[in-house]
């Protein structure tokens, strides 16, 4: 294992160290791993908290700023953080107007937030949480825990995070981060493993020519695994999967997204691809994402998030915003 | 079995799940994400600490003590559930200062039912479940028959052990593992594995403590 880190132990506060060092916009918790914006909860507006486990940034923590959220709590690599710091995010980011959280649908996630919901709750902050869960590589079915939260994530931060900016109440916020949810999907490829620093080797072996099909964002093996073959193909296998469960049609909002270890160049290849299928079948990219912007550490391979717009999911995602991570407007 | 025996318990299972940090985190790598073995180790370490920093003087309080402290250092799925377990099994024991065969037994179903009830998960679906519910029930039914602590003890540990070896040929229904669908087949469910792992300990600290 090759990796620029001191020891596995101290990756994640060491690197929160970083965070606050280059982002002085940020307050950064370091004992108790918690990011919020510098200068305190604002009045009046809705709070919004995120979290999960490290590894995946700039999500969470790099989105924290004017325009997107309050709070993230990051986790251990790959591990979703505990309720503890939950609630010390969410008294943080309280200013009367109660908090959205923003959860990503693991078990682990949606386990820790509940419980840190049931003790702001007790200290009389109203919390409501929506789940993200947008990965159409898993049925939704008795026979899973449910669909995943993956690139999603991003467009509800930022459109719930533009609508709290204008003073919206919780319910609204809420509604909205809902609303962006159920007309987004995702499907995500891996053509690499990747290393969790505290276990020192890949968490799945791949031949030079495989690839998995249908990963999340943990470096879990995906559904299925299949010979390595073009990017046009691997544009239409993901399509082909959120066609099947979306609308293509009218202004979409598209993500093309790095696991973390793949090049520019290739996402930018790729989202051509993305492209070309959409507008196929009628549809617009009337607004796009391409980049590392919710990753598996050093993973090489992609997500593709398909969001439809409306009139007024277009004004939200036009709004400022102005975080570490994704910053206009402004 | 008094609080030395309960303190006694958790600090085996502490060294035991140290010893199998990197198997349990190799179990994880198949079908989820390679860090069971990694958060339980830490979550374990940071409740030697806690009992060390104010012992508690009930078994009760040994149990409710290492819930808390798992819940808010292991994070993932493993910190509630396992967090939940030994909250409830902590809270079923109350403030007796000695604790016999049938509480202890009334303690582990409150612990399997705060699980289920977090949870959500059944038996058959892959999950520390597997081991904890047929642990459950052979002790109770030992119990029952009027069995020795050490053979009812016994019974629990053998009946956790196979309830883990089962879950090998299931599909995973919940948690991180059942995204993989058919391919979650053929594999040990990591969770089921350090819940018989802990009930071992259990056994083994009551045996020293007599």
Request: proline share 4%.
């Amino acid at each position: 294992m090759k990796k620029l880190i001191n020891s596995p132990e101290t990756v994640v506060t060491q690197a929160l160290q970083g965070v606050a060092a280059a982002h002085p916009q940020l307050h950064v918790d370091v004992e108790n791993k918690v990011i919020t914006r510098a200068g305190g909860p604002t009045n009046g507006k809705v709070g919004l908290v995120s979290g999960g486990g490290s590894g995946h940034e700039p999500l969470h923590g790099g989105f924290v700023g004017y325009g997107m959220l309050d709070a993230a709590c990051p986790g251990e690599v790959f591990t979703s953080p505990v309720p503890d710091q939950m609630l010390i995010a969410t008294r943080a980011v309280n200013g009367g107007a109660g908090v959205l959280h923003v959860v990503k649908n693991y078990t682990g996630d949606v386990l820790n937030f509940q419980m840190a919901a049931e003790l702001a709750g007790d200290e009389g902050i109203e919390v409501v949480p929506v789940v993200i869960n947008d990965d159409v590589a898993v049925e939704d079915s008795l026979y899973t825990a449910g669909r995943r939260g993956t690139g999603a994530t991003v467009f509800v931060e930022k459109i719930a995070g533009a609508l709290a900016e204008e003073g919206a109440d919780l319910a609204a916020v809420a509604a909205v981060a809902r609303e962006v949810n159920d007309r987004s999907r995702s499907f995500g490829v891996a053509l690499s493993s990747c290393v969790v620093p505290a276990a020192g080797k890949p968490t799945f072996e791949l031949g030079d020519s495989e690839i998995e099909l249908g990963i999340g964002i943990h470096g879990e093996p995906g559904r299925t695994r299949a010979a390595h073959t073009s990017a046009a193909e691997l544009a239409q296998v993901a399509l082909d999967a959120i066609s099947a469960d979306l609308g293509i049609q009218g202004d979409l909002l598209v993500m093309v997204n790095g696991m973390g270890g793949t090049p520019l160049i290739e996402l930018y290849l790729m989202f051509n691809e993305v492209r070309q299928y959409l507008e196929a079948r009628g549809a617009r990219v009337a607004r796009n994402l391409v980049g590392n912007y919710i990753t598996s550490l050093e993973m090489q391979g992609f997500s593709v998030t398909v969001g439809q717009l409306t009139g007024t999911l277009t004004r939200l995602w036009d709004a400022p915003v102005d975080t570490p991570a994704l910053r206009w407007g402004r | 079995m008094d609080a030395a025996v309960f303190r006694a318990w958790i600090v085996t299972a502490a060294e035991v799940i140290e010893a199998n940090r990197d198997h349990l985190t190799q179990l994880d790598a198949a079908i989820g994400d390679a860090d069971h073995g990694i958060n339980l180790a830490r979550g374990f370490a940071a409740v030697l600490g806690a009992l060390d920093a104010a012992p508690p003087g009930t078994p009760g309080a040994v149990l409710t003590l290492t819930g808390n402290t798992l819940i808010s250092k292991v994070g993932g799925a493993s910190g509630p559930l396992y967090g939940t377990a030994f909250r409830r099994a902590g809270k079923a024991l109350g403030d007796a200062a000695d604790v016999d065969l049938p509480a202890l037994s009334a303690a582990l179903d409150a612990a399997l039912a705060g699980v289920q009830q977090l949870g959500a998960a059944r038996e058959g679906d892959k999950t520390m479940v597997d081991a904890l519910a047929a642990a459950t029930r052979a002790f109770g039914k030992a119990i029952a028959e009027g069995a020795s602590a050490d053979e009812a003890l016994d019974a629990l540990t053998q009946a956790a052990e196979a309830g883990a070896e089962a879950t090998i040929s299931m599909q995973a229904l919940k948690g991180r593992a059942s995204y993989l669908g058919p391919r979650s087949v053929g594999h040990e469910d990591p969770g089921a594995v350090s819940t018989a792992l802990i009930l071992r300990s259990l056994r083994d600290a009551a045996r020293a403590g007599r």
